[in-house]
């Protein structure tokens, strides 16, 4: 009787640990996969910089230099919703994922503890 309720202990605390590090590694990559975006954020409007500098030392008149501009901020802002696009796709890629996890966990605890009920009858009787 005992030796089945230290098995289960044992078993309970390895999924524990089990998920603990599924779930930093998770963590891990969700950290990794938004620094990128960030960086890849940060290069474009590095680029966009460097670009209306371009433009505007290049400009020969004043209309040239706006027109130039209103295609760059054209294009500025068709990046800006294509990464707002996969920044929302990646959160509920996270959500998913996290869902998915609380799932697992909440099914294994209550298998657990209806394991433990048994026991504890099985020792009552």
Do not use: P
Request: aromatic share 8%.
């Amino acid at each position: 009787m005992q030796n089945e309720l230290l098995e289960m202990v044992n078993n309970f605390n390895e999924n524990v640990f089990a998920s603990a590090k599924r779930l930093g590694d998770f963590n891990m990559r969700t950290f990794e996969q938004f620094a990128a975006k960030q960086a890849a954020i940060m290069n474009d409007c590095l680029e966009s910089s460097a670009k209306q500098y371009e433009v505007l030392t290049t400009a020969k008149d004043y209309k040239d230099a706006m027109t130039a501009q209103s295609e760059l901020l054209k294009g500025c802002n068709e990046k800006f919703m294509a990464n707002l696009r996969e920044t929302a796709e990646m959160m509920t890629s996270v959500r998913e994922e996290l869902t998915g996890m609380v799932e697992e966990a909440v099914k294994y605890t209550g298998e657990s503890v209806e394991k433990a009920g048994k026991l504890a009858t099985k020792k009552a009787a």
